[in-house]
């Protein structure tokens, strides 16, 4: 098979769907890997890193959609990119579309096969290519949330981790899963006062056992919310729904009665945001003040981080990645129901219920889509 690279070109984003270690475990199965010029580097991996493994490095993203039967790819082709998009090519990538209808949209009208990241599935109920994303989402957001608090960007001010006399920031982590474990932990160690609302009895229990009592947590009743929410100096929303657009947890009116200059880090921005005030930023420009509270809701986090991230997805994609290459998309998602839970568009049809709930369009069992 084909398999073909381009360079993203979402703002500021340098991550890059295919390693060149990945590029060369798919040579050594006989497959061809099109890598376009400067695709990996911004990650640190320069064309000859590509050439070495046995790829073949394009001019331009034209000459890789064109040539290309799968496309690899980290974020949601962009207007320019879906463009190029054709019947029976297969993308492999990050496509968030519940809250995304023009990408849904455009998807539909191209009849390509889409295989997105973030519904990928394994056996114990997790998500495999979206969870190192996660980690270092989780762990930048209190990063990002402490330089939100600083002053000069509109924040109170606060330290996180006080110094002696002086308490610490209280930290607020809605949502106890990858990305809100991964962002407590960080936030713990930066010395900050840290609480974890969660739905999950069993999930806090394993906290508190891990953590030892140094992260609170609370069940994440509205009361509970509301009270620790207002009280926060920064409030991290890591909250997620497979596929679905992310419930709105904070609502503008209880954003109000935060502390004027706390944070509001959204790492579900991705899925639409958990703040009501929430809408996506860029690393270029990555915060806006509203109702007196700095926003920090930038769509790529870890694109800050580009080659830990490449590295680390590169890991957790190669697997899936040649098992489409090798088998073909049908075949693969036919012998690994998990990857087939990542199928969300095909040829024309929409194939993932959250997306169809969320955007009112019609949706087709993936089952019949894999007869």
């Given at each position: ?88 090519q ?53 990063q ?61 229990r ?59 880090v ?68 036919q012998?690994?129901p ?7 568009v ?6 993932y ?11 087709i ?7």
């Amino acid at each position: 098979m084909r398999i073909g690279c381009p360079k993203e070109i979402k703002n500021q984003e340098y991550r890059v769907g295919l390693t060149p270690m990945a590029a060369r475990e798919a040579v050594s199965r006989g497959h061809e890997a099109i890598v376009e010029t400067g695709a990996g580097a911004g990650a640190g991996f320069p064309d000859a890193d590509y050439v070495a493994a046995g790829a073949r490095i394009a001019g331009s993203a034209e000459e890789v959609f064109a040539e290309a039967e799968m496309i690899v790819k980290v974020k949601e082709p962009q207007a320019i990119e879906r463009k190029r998009l054709r019947e029976g090519q297969i993308l492999f990538t990050y496509l968030h579309l519940a809250p995304d209808r023009p990408q849904t949209e455009d998807l539909l009208a191209s009849g390509v096969t889409a295989i997105a990241y973030e519904t990928v599935t394994d056996a114990a109920g997790g998500l495999p290519l979206l969870a190192p994303m996660s980690e270092v989402a989780g762990r930048l957001a209190p990063q990002m949330g402490a330089w939100s608090l600083q002053k000069a960007n509109g924040g109170r001010g606060v330290l996180m981790g006080g110094v002696p006399g002086v308490g610490p920031a209280e930290v607020a982590v809605i949502g106890g899963g990858v990305v809100g474990i991964n962002a407590a932990r960080v936030a713990a160690g930066m010395g900050a006062s840290v609480v974890v609302l969660d739905l999950s009895l069993t999930r806090m229990r394993w906290i508190d056992d891990t953590f030892g009592g140094r992260i609170r947590t609370r069940y994440a009743s509205r009361a509970a919310t509301e009270e620790e929410v207002t009280k926060a100096d920064m409030v991290i929303g890591a909250v997620l729904v497979p596929g679905a657009a992310a419930p709105k947890l904070v609502k503008r009116d209880l954003l109000k009665k935060m502390k004027p200059g706390a944070a509001a880090v959204d790492v579900a921005i991705d899925q639409g945001g958990c703040f009501e005030t929430s809408r996506a930023t860029t690393h270029d420009d990555p915060i806006y003040i509203e109702e007196g509270i700095v926003h920090y809701c930038v769509a790529n986090m870890p694109g800050a981080v580009a080659r830990t991230s490449t590295l680390a997805l590169g890991n957790a994609t190669m697997p899936f990645m040649l098992a489409l290459a090798d088998k073909g998309w049908k075949k693969a998602c036919q012998d690994d129901p998990h990857l087939a839970e990542g199928l969300n568009v095909h040829a024309g049809k929409l194939t993932y219920y959250a997306v169809g709930e969320a955007l009112g369009i019609d949706v087709i069992s993936p089952r019949l889509v894999l007869r």
